[in-house]
């Protein structure tokens, strides 16, 4: 028995056949997870950073396992945004799913040109990665300075012909406030949480398990703060949020639109199993036909407190 | 649509014995639908435990097939390949593969071939010697103790040092080469890096083609994340930006192409 289970959702006008996404930087351009993946099953693909020209990345070792969960600094290796919209957005449009491009820059004026380069694309959102260092600005990333993050908002949705995404950094003090500069910028949409900053020792060779010293921390490891910062985050503004941190199944989808999230995204779940997107939209799928809900829009930020004693 | 496949361990032993139990190499027969029957020599599969505090798959070059078998010969190198290593018959494994591009047999018929591999380097050479025959001569380097020595001796002649000179030649495979005299008309190479260094410095001197399978740190092993990247003397198609993906450009690249 197959009831009629809504599962699409609306972020800034844009409609999603479901609510599962890729995460940025863990599923390329799409092209590779091709033959593991039905890509026309999910609600988007988000792409890898773009960046104005290519960007070589960081040395390698980029990648470090740790309990639960991995680092990475692979330091947004990409062939830039022509190479990009020339090969990579033919093959997505192949594809019966949205593309959300994922912009990263070294300066506001980088993030500009790519976001007006993509203007005129068959791109349905923007995403801009505000979790780069600021090379004007001493190298801190815009994503951790509230004015910062107001300022190259508001810069990018001059340029922007479609909805634009801020994804935050989870590196800050107060994920509300930054949410508060996204939205005071313009914003059409919030997504979070990138990757934490962390570190791994290599105690036999006595060095950093990275040769950037510092990673991103993602996978299972971080889920619990992202799911409380997706919480803060959708209650401080009143955009929609798209959730991510370290969901491998549909239950763990549920936990962020719970929180309030109006979507999500996989990511390092990927590397554990290249077919783990499909079956997370199935998982979600049957969560909601075991509990008999009919519109996955109605978990979007409904968590209830504990009951206390009656 | 590709997916892991769910292998049973057919049989697994430790062919390292007199070396201390932290430095075991096994050696791993899976019983395989598709993987075996796909897979070429230099071509590696990503292992994934059943851990959940370990989530990233473990690289494994593919060492022989046998019809639908599959046979890994690793070295326990931490906790992931220490799971893998506990593995006795009728348990399963998930895998993916085969991956990667192996050694390009193709553009070398007829031609003689020096297989070179060193450390666990060499069990990539095996499934490649077996493929050779009497067109390679195996040279292998060892620390102190030799393994899958006498597999290669079945199908191609074989020469080997050692590290401390316990055995064979005392030195590493270059050794072996200039000490033998060895010719070749192709190289094909695996192994730690300052021996790929210095097979590629030997290459480049005596003009002979050479092909060597690179290992790096890797999350998905399907070309996605650029967690594997080693640099290239030429501009990339995928990044344009002199620097390949071990698992999907490689982990098989001319020694011509990549700076070590």
């Known amino acids: 028995m197959t009831q009629k289970i809504r599962m699409d959702v609306k972020i800034a006008g844009v409609e999603f056949k479901n609510p599962v996404m890729t995460a940025s930087g863990t599923f390329g351009s799409g092209a590779e997870y091709g033959e593991y993946v039905d890509l026309d099953g999910l609600g ?17 070792p980029r990648i470090a396992e740790t309990c639960g969960g991995m680092l990475n600094a692979i330091g947004l290796q990409n062939p830039g945004m022509e190479v990009f919209c020339e090969r990579n957005l033919p093959f997505l449009k192949q594809y019966d799913t949205r593309v959300i491009v994922n912009v990263c820059g070294r300066t506001q004026e980088d993030y500009c040109q790519v976001v007006e380069r993509l203007s005129g694309e068959p791109v349905d959102m923007l995403e801009i990665n505000v979790s780069c260092p600021n090379v004007k600005e001493g190298g801190i990333a815009f994503g951790q300075n509230a004015d910062a993050l107001e300022s190259i908002t508001r810069a990018v949705k001059r340029y922007a012909a479609q909805p634009v995404i801020m994804k935050l950094s989870p590196n800050v003090t107060d994920i509300g406030e930054m949410a508060r500069a996204a939205e005071a910028g313009g914003a059409d949409a919030i997504s979070l949480i990138n990757t934490l900053t962390g570190m791994k020792i290599d105690v036999h060779k006595r060095t950093f398990a990275l040769a950037n010293q510092t990673g991103g921390l993602s996978g299972p490891a971080v889920k619990p703060v992202a799911v409380r910062m997706v919480y803060e985050a959708s209650r401080a503004v009143s955009l929609p949020v798209i959730g991510m941190g370290g969901i491998q199944s549909g239950e763990d989808a549920v936990e962020f639109l719970l929180a309030g999230a109006t979507a999500v995204s996989v990511g390092t779940a990927n590397f554990h199993d290249p077919c783990v997107t499909q079956k997370i939209v199935a998982g979600l799928q049957a969560y909601l036909e075991k509990y008999g809900i ?17 | 649509m590709k997916q892991k496949e769910i292998c049973r361990v057919l049989r697994q032993e430790r062919i390292n014995t007199s070396e201390p139990s932290d430095v075991g190499i096994y050696s791993l027969w899976l019983e395989t639908k598709d993987i075996a029957r796909k897979a070429a020599p230099g071509q590696f599969v990503m292992v ?18 046998d019809g639908t078998a599959l046979r890994l010969v690793y070295r326990v190198a931490g906790s992931g390949t220490r799971e893998f290593s506990r593995l006795g018959p009728g348990q399963t494994l998930e895998v993916l593969g085969p991956l990667g591009n192996g050694f390009p047999l193709g553009e070398v018929q007829g031609e003689h071939v020096l297989l070179l591999g060193g450390g666990i380097g060499i069990p990539p050479m095996l499934g490649t010697a077996v493929k050779l025959g009497k067109n390679a001569t195996a040279v292998l380097g060892y620390r102190h103790e030799t393994f899958l020595r006498e597999e290669f001796a079945e199908v191609c002649p074989v020469a080997f040092a050692t590290e401390d000179g316990s055995s064979g030649v005392k030195g590493n495979v270059l050794d072996v080469i200039h000490e033998g005299g060895l010719r070749a008309d192709v190289i094909f190479a695996c192994g730690p890096a300052p021996m790929l260094r210095a097979v590629q410095a030997y290459a480049a001197e005596e003009g002979i083609r050479c092909w060597i399978s690179m290992e790096e740190r890797m999350a998905c092993g399907i070309g996605a994340c650029l967690g594997c990247v080693c640099d290239t003397t030429q501009e990339d198609p995928h990044s344009h930006v002199h620097r390949k993906r071990v698992c999907k450009d490689g982990p098989v690249f001319l020694s011509t192409e990549v700076r070590l």
Not at chain 1, 44 to 60: F, L, M, R
Not at chain 1, 299 to 305: D, E, N, S, T, Y
Not at chain 2, 48 to 65: E, F, M, N, V
Request: net charge neutral; hydrophobic share 35%.
């Open chain 1, 44 to 60: 988007a693909v988000v792409t890898k950073g773009v960046a104005s020209v290519p960007w070589a990345g960081n040395p390698t």
């Open chain 1, 294 to 310: 009919e519109d996955v829009k109605d978990l979007i930020g409904a968590v209830q407190p504990v009951p206390g004693p009656s």
């Open chain 2, 48 to 65: 994934y435990g059943k851990d959940d505090s370990r989530l990233l798959p473990r690289p494994i070059s593919i060492c022989q097939t």
